[in-house]
C-alpha cells in the first residue's frame, strides 16, 4: 500500500511511495503528529539521482522489519533536497557543525519543534568500518529519547542557538577591489593542478564558475595565466571521461584527479553553466574544441533533459541496468574492447580502442573503460571518428537509459535559458534561442503565476508546493537578461525586474546582507543565508549579478546598490576562498568594469548586434532594436538614434559614453571582442 508521499509531485518522494515506511512530506502535521505521538521525527533528505540515496533506501526503507520499528519509534519525514533547499540547508549546516562532514543521504533526528539533536548521513544494514547500523542507530536514538529526555532537549536548544548566531553581515565590507581580486587569483594559482588542470585533488568537480571569473579576469585586465588555467581546465575536461565523449554533457565530478572515471549522475546545472563556459571561452580563443563542446552540450540539455512543456529536467542517473539485467553505475556509458568490436568490427574496434581509450583491463569496474580522447585528432582522420562515434552513439540508444528526475527546477531552467541563448547566438543556431524562449515562457506560465513569485519546481505542467528561494530569483532573473540581450525582447527585461524588485522587498537585509528565504516564507529553525557557491551559484552572488545587470540596463540606482552590498562577502570571502566564490569573483569583475552598456540601435541578429554579444568585456549588457519600437521596454534604446541612416552602437560605462560607431571592427574593439558576421 502507497504512503503519504504518493500525493506529491517530487521523483524523489514518488520512489519511496511504496516503501513500507509510513513516510510523511514536509509538512506541520508531520510535527503535530510528532508531538501527539510523543515521539522524535526522522528527517531523511536526499534526491532522485542519488546513488548512495538508492542504497540505503533498498538497503533499509524497503525493509520491513526496519519499517515497523520506524513507523513505531518515530514519525518518518522525506524531503527532497531539490525541492526544498532551505530545509537541506539549514540541517545540512547542523550536520556539518556537529560531524565535519556532510552528504546525502541525510539523516537527522528531531524534536517535535524541528530542533535536530542527532546527525549522520548514509548508515548500513549492518556494522561496517566503525559505523554502527541504522537499526543500531535508531535503537540508541530511541533510548537516549525514553531515558535522557532533558540531555535530548538541552542539546537540541543548545544546537539550534549555536545556529542562530550564525548571521551573516557583509553589506559594511564595501566592493572587493584590484587587491581582493589578485588575491583572489593568487589563490586559485596556489590550489591549481598543473598537471591535470582544475583545482584541488580528487574528487575533482567542474570548476565552471571559478573558470568564468577566470575568463573575465583575463578580458579585463590581460593577465595570460587566468586565460592558461581557464583554458588547460576546460580541455582537460572535454578529453576526459567527465564528458560524455558520444552523447555530449557533463557528468557530475570525476572519481580521480586526471578526469579519468566520473561520477555518472548528469545534473542540468552542470550542464547549463559548463555549456556557457565553453561558449564564453571560445568567444575569447575561437578554439574549436570549445565550439564544439558547448554546442554538443547545448544539444545533449535539449535532446536527453527537455520535458514536453518546454522545460529542462533536473538529472539523468548514474545507475541503469547492464547487460546481465545488474543496476550498475556507468552501465550505459562505458564500453570493453569486445562490445567495440561487436559493434564496429575488428579493424575499427581498434582504432577506437586507441582513439578513446579503451584498454583490455579497463579504466573502470569489471573491465569496462570510460571513453576519453586521449590523443589530439589527426585531421585525416576526422571522417574515420565521426563514422565510429555515430555507430557507437546508435548501439549504445539501445541500452537501457538511466532514469530521468522530470521535475522542473526553476533556479536551474533559469541557468540553461541563459547558456542557450547565448550558445545559439553565437554559432547562428535560432534553435536553441527558440529552447531558450520556450523554457522561460513555462517559467512565467507556470512557476510565476499571476502574482510574480516564483515557485520552485514544477512536473508535468503543474506547478509544485515550494515557494522559490534565493537562488530561484537569481537565476532566473539571469536567464530572462540573457535572453533579452539576445532576443531583443524588452519584455524579458520587464519580467526580470519583477523578479528582482522581489529580492529587494523580501530578501534583503538591514545592511545589504541577503537571505535565502524571503521573510514570508515558512519559518525554520533559523532563516538560511549561504553566500558560498557550490554546485551552482549561491542565490547571493546569483542575486547580486542579476541586480548588476539590471541595474546597467535600467539605471536603477536601488538595483546598484543593492548588487554592492551583496558584493561585500565577496571582498570578504574572495582572497580566502576563491574556490567557494566563483560566480561572485565574475560578478565583481563586471563591476569593476562597469559594466558596459551597449545599446545597437538597428536590427535585431544584425552584424553590429551580433559584434555586441561577442564582446568579452565582463557583464557587458546588450540592448538591440528598432529604435521607435523599442524605446520603451529597452531604456538603453531611448533616443539612439542612427547615424546617417546605417546601424549604429551606442557603448557606455559608468555615466560615460563613447562616440557611437556605425562600424564593427570598432565595437569589437571597445569591447574586446571579434567582430561578428
Same mark, same amino acid.
Given at each position: 500500500?502507497?504512503?503519504?508521499?504518493? *500525493?506529491?509531485?517530487?521523483?524523489?518522494?514518488? *520512489?519511496?511511495?511504496?516503501?513500507?515506511?509510513?513516510?510523511?512530506?514536509?509538512?506541520?502535521?508531520?510535527?503535530?503528529?510528532?508531538?501527539?505521538?510523543?515521539?522524535?521525527?526522522?528527517?531523511?533528505?536526499?534526491?532522485?539521482?542519488?546513488?548512495?540515496?538508492?542504497?540505503?533506501?533498498?538497503?533499509?526503507?524497503e525493509d520491513a522489519a526496519v519499517a515497523d520499528y520506524l513507523n513505531a519509534h518515530f514519525v518518518p519525514v522525506k524531503v527532497d533536497r531539490e525541492e526544498r533547499p532551505d530545509v537541506d540547508a539549514v540541517y545540512m549546516e547542523a550536520v556539518?557543525?556537529?560531524?565535519?562532514?556532510?552528504?546525502?543521504?541525510?539523516?537527522?533526528?528531531?524534536?517535535?519543534?524541528?530542533?535536530?539533536?542527532?546527525?549522520?548521513?548514509?548508515?548500513?544494514?549492518?556494522?561496517?568500518?566503525?559505523?554502527?547500523?541504522?537499526?543500531?542507530?535508531?535503537?540508541?536514538?530511541?533510548?537516549?529519547?525514553?531515558?535522557?529526555?532533558?540531555?535530548?532537549?538541552?542539546?537540541?536548544?543548545?544546537?539550534?542557538?549555536?545556529?542562530?548566531?550564525?548571521?551573516?553581515?557583509?553589506?559594511?565590507?564595501?566592493?572587493?577591489?584590484?587587491?581582493?581580486?589578485?588575491?583572489?587569483?593568487?589563490?586559485?594559482?596556489?590550489?591549481?593542478?598543473?598537471?591535470?588542470?582544475?583545482?584541488?585533488?580528487?574528487?575533482?568537480?567542474?570548476?565552471?564558475?571559478?573558470?568564468?571569473f577566470l575568463l573575465r579576469h583575463h578580458a579585463r585586465t590581460g593577465a595570460e595565466g587566468a586565460l592558461q588555467m581557464a583554458e588547460d581546465t576546460c580541455v582537460a575536461m572535454a578529453r576526459g571521461g567527465i564528458y560524455d565523449q558520444l552523447?555530449?554533457?557533463?557528468?557530475?565530478?570525476?572519481?580521480?584527479?586526471?578526469?579519468?572515471?566520473?561520477?555518472?549522475?548528469?545534473?542540468?546545472?552542470?550542464?547549463?553553466?559548463?555549456?556557457?563556459?565553453?561558449?564564453?571561452?571560445?568567444?575569447?580563443?575561437?578554439?574549436?574544441?570549445?565550439?564544439?563542446?558547448?554546442?554538443?552540450?547545448?544539444?545533449?540539455?535539449?535532446?536527453?533533459?527537455?520535458?514536453? *512543456?518546454?522545460?529542462?529536467?533536473?538529472?539523468?542517473?548514474?545507475?541503469?541496468?547492464?547487460?546481465?539485467?545488474?543496476?550498475?553505475?556507468?552501465?550505459?556509458?562505458?564500453?570493453?574492447?569486445?562490445?567495440?568490436?561487436?559493434?564496429?568490427?575488428?579493424?575499427?574496434?581498434?582504432?577506437?580502442?586507441?582513439?578513446?581509450?579503451?584498454?583490455?583491463?579497463?579504466?573502470?569496474?569489471?573491465?569496462?573503460?570510460?571513453?576519453?580522447?586521449?590523443?589530439?585528432?589527426?585531421?585525416?582522420?576526422?571522417?574515420?571518428?565521426?563514422?565510429?562515434?555515430?555507430?557507437?552513439?546508435?548501439?549504445?540508444?539501445?541500452?537501457?537509459?538511466?532514469?530521468?528526475?522530470?521535475?522542473?527546477?526553476?533556479?536551474?531552467?533559469?541557468?540553461?535559458?541563459?547558456?542557450?541563448?547565448?550558445?545559439?547566438?553565437?554559432?547562428?543556431?535560432?534553435?536553441?534561442?527558440?529552447?531558450?524562449?520556450?523554457?522561460?515562457?513555462?517559467?512565467?506560465?507556470?512557476?510565476?503565476?499571476?502574482?510574480?513569485?516564483?515557485?520552485?519546481?514544477?512536473?508535468?505542467?503543474?506547478?509544485?508546493?515550494?515557494?522559490?528561494?534565493?537562488?530561484?530569483?537569481?537565476?532566473?532573473?539571469?536567464?530572462?537578461?540573457?535572453?533579452?540581450?539576445?532576443?531583443?525582447?524588452?519584455?524579458?527585461?520587464?519580467?526580470?525586474?519583477?523578479?528582482?524588485?522581489?529580492?529587494?522587498?523580501?530578501?534583503?537585509?538591514?545592511?545589504?546582507?541577503?537571505?535565502?528565504?524571503?521573510?514570508?516564507?515558512? *519559518?525554520?529553525?533559523?532563516?538560511?543565508?549561504?553566500?558560498?557557491?557550490?554546485?551552482?551559484?549561491?542565490?547571493?552572488?546569483?542575486?547580486?549579478?542579476?541586480?548588476?545587470?539590471?541595474?546597467?540596463?535600467?539605471?536603477?540606482?536601488?538595483?546598484?546598490?543593492?548588487?554592492?552590498?551583496?558584493?561585500?562577502?565577496?571582498?570578504?570571502?574572495?582572497?580566502?576562498?576563491?574556490?567557494?566564490?566563483?560566480?561572485?569573483?565574475?560578478?565583481?569583475?563586471?563591476?569593476?568594469?562597469?559594466?558596459?552598456?551597449?545599446?545597437?540601435?538597428?536590427?535585431?541578429?544584425?552584424?553590429?548586434?551580433?559584434?555586441?554579444?561577442?564582446?568579452?568585456?565582463?557583464?557587458?549588457?546588450?540592448?538591440?532594436?528598432?529604435?521607435?519600437?523599442?524605446?520603451?521596454?529597452?531604456?538603453?534604446?531611448?533616443?539612439?538614434?542612427?547615424?546617417?541612416?546605417?546601424?549604429?552602437?551606442?557603448?557606455?560605462?559608468?555615466?560615460?559614453?563613447?562616440?557611437?560607431?556605425?562600424?564593427?571592427?570598432?565595437?569589437?574593439?571597445?569591447?574586446?571582442?571579434?567582430?561578428?558576421?
Open positions: 500500500m502507497a504512503n503519504r508521499l504518493a *500525493q506529491t509531485t517530487s521523483p524523489y518522494l514518488l *520512489q519511496h511511495a511504496d516503501n513500507p515506511v509510513d513516510w510523511w512530506p514536509w509538512s506541520p502535521a508531520a510535527f503535530e503528529e510528532a508531538r501527539r505521538r510523543g515521539v522524535p521525527v526522522l528527517l531523511s533528505v536526499g534526491y532522485a539521482s542519488c546513488h548512495w540515496c538508492h542504497v540505503m533506501a533498498h538497503e533499509s526503507f556539518q557543525a556537529a560531524t565535519g562532514q556532510g552528504g546525502w543521504p541525510m539523516t537527522v533526528f528531531l524534536t517535535a519543534d524541528a530542533e535536530p539533536f542527532y546527525f549522520g548521513t548514509y548508515f548500513p544494514p549492518e556494522p561496517r568500518h566503525g559505523s554502527p547500523s541504522f537499526q543500531q542507530v535508531l535503537e540508541g536514538v530511541v533510548a537516549a529519547w525514553t531515558d535522557r529526555r532533558e540531555e535530548v532537549a538541552e542539546v537540541a536548544g543548545r544546537i539550534v542557538r549555536d545556529l542562530a548566531g550564525r548571521s551573516l553581515s557583509h553589506g559594511e565590507e564595501g566592493v572587493p577591489g584590484e587587491p581582493e581580486l589578485a588575491q583572489a587569483l593568487l589563490g586559485l594559482t596556489r590550489e591549481y593542478d598543473g598537471k591535470h588542470a582544475g583545482f584541488g585533488g580528487a574528487p575533482k568537480f567542474p570548476p565552471s564558475m571559478a573558470v568564468e552523447g555530449g554533457g557533463f557528468a557530475r565530478y570525476s572519481v580521480d584527479r586526471e578526469w579519468v572515471v566520473p561520477h555518472f549522475e548528469k545534473m542540468l546545472y552542470d550542464n547549463a553553466l559548463l555549456c556557457r563556459v565553453y561558449a564564453h571561452l571560445w568567444r575569447v580563443t575561437g578554439s574549436e574544441l570549445a565550439r564544439r563542446v558547448a554546442l554538443e552540450t547545448a544539444d545533449f540539455m535539449v535532446r536527453e533533459l527537455r520535458t514536453a *512543456q518546454g522545460g529542462f529536467a533536473s538529472a539523468l542517473d548514474a545507475d541503469s541496468e547492464d547487460a546481465h539485467g545488474r543496476h550498475v553505475e556507468g552501465a550505459f556509458y562505458v564500453w570493453t574492447p569486445a562490445q567495440l568490436r561487436e559493434v564496429l568490427g575488428e579493424q575499427d574496434a581498434a582504432f577506437a580502442a586507441e582513439h578513446f581509450g579503451v584498454t583490455e583491463e579497463g579504466t573502470f569496474e569489471e573491465g569496462a573503460s570510460v571513453l576519453q580522447l586521449p590523443a589530439t585528432v589527426v585531421p585525416e582522420e576526422g571522417a574515420r571518428v565521426a563514422d565510429v562515434r555515430a555507430r557507437l552513439l546508435a548501439a549504445r540508444e539501445l541500452r537501457v537509459r538511466p532514469e530521468r528526475d522530470d521535475k522542473i527546477v526553476a533556479a536551474w531552467n533559469g541557468l540553461a535559458i541563459a547558456a542557450l541563448a547565448e550558445t545559439g547566438a553565437y554559432f547562428g543556431r535560432p534553435d536553441l534561442i527558440e529552447r531558450a524562449t520556450e523554457a522561460a515562457d513555462l517559467l512565467v506560465r507556470v512557476h510565476m503565476g499571476p502574482v510574480a513569485r516564483l515557485c520552485r519546481t514544477s512536473k508535468d505542467g503543474r506547478a509544485g508546493d515550494n515557494a522559490g528561494v534565493l537562488e530561484d530569483y537569481g537565476d532566473v532573473a539571469e536567464g530572462f537578461l540573457a535572453l533579452a540581450s539576445v532576443t531583443g525582447e524588452g519584455v524579458w527585461l520587464e519580467f526580470a525586474g519583477f523578479l528582482l524588485d522581489i529580492v529587494l522587498e523580501r530578501f534583503t537585509g538591514e545592511g545589504g546582507q541577503l537571505y535565502d528565504t524571503a521573510d514570508d516564507a515558512e *519559518q525554520l529553525i533559523r532563516r538560511p543565508q549561504d553566500p558560498t557557491d557550490s554546485a551552482t551559484p549561491a542565490g547571493w552572488t546569483a542575486a547580486a549579478g542579476a541586480l548588476l545587470s539590471y541595474a546597467a540596463h535600467t539605471g536603477s540606482e536601488a538595483h546598484r546598490t543593492a548588487a554592492e552590498g551583496a558584493l561585500g562577502v565577496v571582498k570578504a570571502l574572495g582572497p580566502k576562498a576563491p574556490r567557494f566564490i566563483g560566480w561572485g569573483l565574475a560578478v565583481a569583475e563586471a563591476w569593476l568594469d562597469g559594466p558596459r552598456e551597449v545599446a545597437v540601435a538597428g536590427p535585431v541578429g544584425g552584424e553590429l548586434h551580433r559584434t555586441a554579444l561577442l564582446g568579452r568585456a565582463p557583464g557587458a549588457v546588450v540592448a538591440a532594436g528598432e529604435v521607435a519600437e523599442a524605446g520603451t521596454e529597452f531604456p538603453l534604446l531611448v533616443d539612439r538614434p542612427l547615424v546617417g541612416g546605417a546601424p549604429t552602437a551606442y557603448v557606455c560605462r559608468h555615466f560615460v559614453c563613447d562616440a557611437p560607431t556605425t562600424d564593427a571592427a570598432e565595437l569589437a574593439g571597445k569591447l574586446g571582442g571579434k567582430r561578428g558576421g
